[in-house]
Each structure stands twice: as structure tokens, then as C-alpha cells.
């Protein structure tokens, strides 16, 4: 043991950056009584807690067992002394001292000790040094032991906070993982159940549509019209609800896929299901590849490409122009268009399910397009956002971690 100051000094510092790391009390312990000995070259180090009335020998450090796992009144022990006075106490000889409990010392190698409280003012435990050889501590290796002790004090308190926290995260991890379950449970028996009296509505919309539809007036073809596209819409809300609670539990299966080209096919796709009159005016960069689920990447420009051109069928050309930007960490794909775009004081809605900025009147959807875009890109690890003008347009980015 080196007895130069300077030298416990630095290994006082090493321990308080030891300590700094703890996140239990077995790694303060561990760390605390193997300092204690070393600080002052003892024979011995104990690690007291107070347990209500009594002293908790937590652990030791020692060339013979000591008391580690004992309790003991508070009264009848020096660790108990210490944190009764709330200070530090030196014996030379513990045989003649009266504040020893002899019987309790008598079959260990203990001649000398040194207790120091932890926390003097409120202690919650004591620092033990002993020494197998006649030996009166020093006041500079009291001194290095209070300071152990009180660097302790305020690990404790900081473990304990730190417990609580992770206390309260993995409560309310668990609370959250009980309420999805339930929620996911319940999204599928309705869109299950959902689905076989509004075939049953479509299928009798469509015998009426064929039926009798010569006997229907315009407004009641009208009506009928409007009740077929009605189930239609419901159906589609359905099975976008459904992509929405399995895309979590979607086992991964990535592949390397050609963005520019899954963009383009569906781009065509949708251009396709849109009147013939309208302008379209597409420009696509070279998209670097992907490693990524395929059937998911799909739902991800489906939903974009499909806003884009929704929100532009006010305008007398549709402009959609899809591209990339390229960073150290991430690459960011971004669809853009010249449509009615959104007012960013409402951004926050933007991407929760089933939150639309724009009424039905104007554009049909259900909200829930966007929050299946922002669930599939965070599988990756990567983040989606946007920006807007009110009837200028709107960009859409989605970037991809290590693309």
C-alpha cells in the first residue's frame, strides 16, 4: 500500500469515477470495500447499511471472515457508535476500549479499527477499517476514509433514483406492451367481424345496382352510387388498419431493392386508377438501393406517392418529384409535389393515426396512411417528416440508416 498522499489522492479519485458507473448496491459494495482497504493499508474493510434499529454487515474485505450477512443492535456496536454521533471514531486497542463488543471480536483477527459514518449528517451506514496489528489510524487516513464515505453517500442516493426510474420505465414499459396487446386484440375482432356483414352490404348494394337500377330515378342511382363507394371506403379503412397493427409484428425479411424502380412501378399503378384528363408531370431521380423489406417499402411509397397525387388534383398539372439527399449516417428519399400542401402550425397531427388536416369534402382518406409510413421507417431506425406551404405543396422525406 502506498502512504503517499498524492497517491491516495489519485486512488480516491478512481474510485469516485468507479462509483460514478454504479447502478446497484452489490457493484457499491464491491467497489467501496476493496477502496476502504486499499486507502489505508488495513487488514480489514466493512460495509455497514442501517437497518432500522439494527447494523447490516453487508460485505467485507478481509485476510479472515469478519460479519458479513450479520445484523446487530445498534447500540452495541461500533458501526452503530458512529452512526448514532454521527462521526468518526479511533481505537488503537479494541480490549480496552468499553465501546466494543469484545465477545463479538474476540474470534477475529481485529487488534485496531477505525468507523466512519456514512452521511454525517443523517447517517445511513458506517465504513469499517480494522488491522490484525496494534495500530492507531492516522487523522490523514481518517480523513481519506470520510471522504470514501461521503462519496458513497451520494452514489447510494444516486442508485436509488436510478432504481426508481428503471423502476418506473419497465412499469410503465409494461403497462404500454398490456394496453397495445389490448388494442391490437380488439383492431382485430372488429376489422374481422367487420368484414363479413359489409361484404354481405356491398354484395347487396351491387344486386340492387344491377337489379333494379332501371327503376331507380338519378337521385336514387345517385344514392346508390355513393353507398357502394361508402362500404368501399370502409373496406379500405380495414385493411389499412390492419397494415397498421401487424406492421410491427412483421418479421423483417430484407432484401436489396431497387428504389427508383418500386417507385416508378407504383407511380404507374395509381397514375392508372386516376382519370385520363389529368396532367401528370413525374420526374425521378437514380435512387441508391435498399436493404429493406420489400412488401414494407411498398406500403411506404404507396402512401406517399398516393398523397402526392391526391392533394394535387386541385392543381391543372400534377407535379410529383421524387429524389434522395445523401449524408454520412443516413440516406433521405423525399416525394414532393405542388399541391394544396398543409399549414405546419398543425404539424404535430401530422403523423397520428386517424389526425387529417384536410375535411373529407375536400380530399377522402382515413389518417392512417401516414402513421404506417412512420411505423415501417422506425423498424429501421430511420425517421420521417415533413414540410409545407398552404396551396403551394408539401415535401415528404423518410430517411434509412446506412443505405
Same mark, same amino acid.
Given at each position: ?40 493499508? %488495513? ?60 465477545? %463479538? ?8 479499527? !477505525? ?51 428503471? *423502476? ?21 375482432? !372488429? ?51 390492419? %397494415? ?18 418500386? *417507385? ?113 421507417? %422506425?423498424?429501421?431506425?430511420?425517421? !420521417?417528416?415533413?414540410? *409545407? ?15
Amino acid at each position: 500500500m502506498e502512504t503517499i498522499p498524492g497517491k491516495r489522492l489519485e486512488r480516491l479519485v478512481t474510485v469516485v469515477q468507479e462509483l460514478s458507473l454504479a447502478r446497484n448496491l452489490q457493484a457499491v459494495t464491491g467497489i467501496v470495500r476493496t477502496a476502504a482497504r486499499s486507502l489505508t493499508g %488495513a487488514d480489514g474493510a466493512t460495509f455497514v447499511l442501517r437497518d432500522k434499529d439494527k447494523c447490516y454487515y453487508v460485505d467485507e474485505d478481509a485476510i479472515s471472515p469478519l460479519w458479513k450477512g450479520s445484523r446487530f443492535p445498534i447500540e452495541t456496536c461500533i458501526s452503530g457508535w458512529a452512526m448514532m454521533n454521527r462521526q468518526s471514531v479511533i481505537i488503537p486497542d479494541i480490549y480496552q476500549d468499553g465501546r466494543v463488543p469484545i465477545e %463479538a471480536y474476540r474470534p477475529t483477527f481485529v487488534k485496531s479499527l !477505525v468507523m466512519v459514518p456514512i452521511r454525517t449528517m443523517d447517517p445511513i451506514g458506517a465504513i469499517g477499517n480494522y488491522w490484525a496489528r496494534p495500530h492507531e489510524a492516522t487523522k490523514e487516513e481518517a480523513q481519506i476514509l470520510q471522504s470514501l464515505a461521503d462519496i458513497t453517500a451520494v452514489t447510494l442516493e444516486n442508485v436509488q433514483i436510478y432504481e426508481e426510474l428503471e *423502476a418506473r420505465v419497465k412499469q410503465r414499459t409494461e403497462e404500454l406492451e398490456i394496453a397495445n396487446k389490448q388494442l391490437e386484440a380488439f383492431s382485430y375482432s !372488429v376489422t374481422h367481424d367487420l368484414r363479413s356483414p359489409l361484404a354481405g352490404v356491398l354484395g347487396l348494394a351491387q344486386v340492387l345496382q344491377e337489379e333494379y337500377s332501371l327503376q331507380l330515378d338519378g337521385e336514387g342511382r345517385e344514392l346508390m352510387g355513393l353507398m357502394e363507394q361508402s362500404v368501399k371506403n370502409m373496406s379500405q379503412l380495414i385493411d389499412n388498419l390492419l %397494415a397498421f397493427f401487424t406492421t410491427s409484428k412483421k418479421e423483417l425479411n430484407s432484401v436489396e431493392v431497387s428504389m427508383k424502380t418500386i *417507385a416508378t412501378e407504383y407511380f404507374q399503378l395509381l397514375r392508372a386508377q386516376e382519370p385520363m384528363e389529368r396532367t401528370f408531370e413525374f420526374t425521378i431521380s437514380d435512387l441508391p438501393d435498399a436493404w429493406v423489406d420489400r412488401t414494407l417499402i411498398k406500403q411506404v411509397w404507396m402512401n406517399l406517392l398516393g398523397n402526392a397525387i391526391k392533394y394535387s388534383r386541385k392543381k391543372d398539372k400534377t407535379n410529383i418529384q421524387v429524389g434522395y439527399e445523401q449524408t454520412e449516417q443516413d440516406t433521405i428519399y423525399f416525394v414532393k409535389d405542388q399541391g394544396s400542401g398543409f399549414d405546419m402550425a398543425h404539424y404535430d397531427r401530422l403523423f397520428g393515426a386517424f389526425q387529417r388536416l384536410h375535411n373529407d369534402q375536400e380530399f377522402e382518406g382515413n389518417g392512417i396512411g401516414l402513421s404506417l409510413v412512420e411505423r415501417i421507417i %422506425a423498424r429501421y431506425g430511420g425517421k !420521417v417528416w415533413a414540410k *409545407a406551404v398552404p396551396g403551394e405543396g408539401a415535401v415528404f422525406y423518410f430517411s434509412l440508416p446506412g443505405s
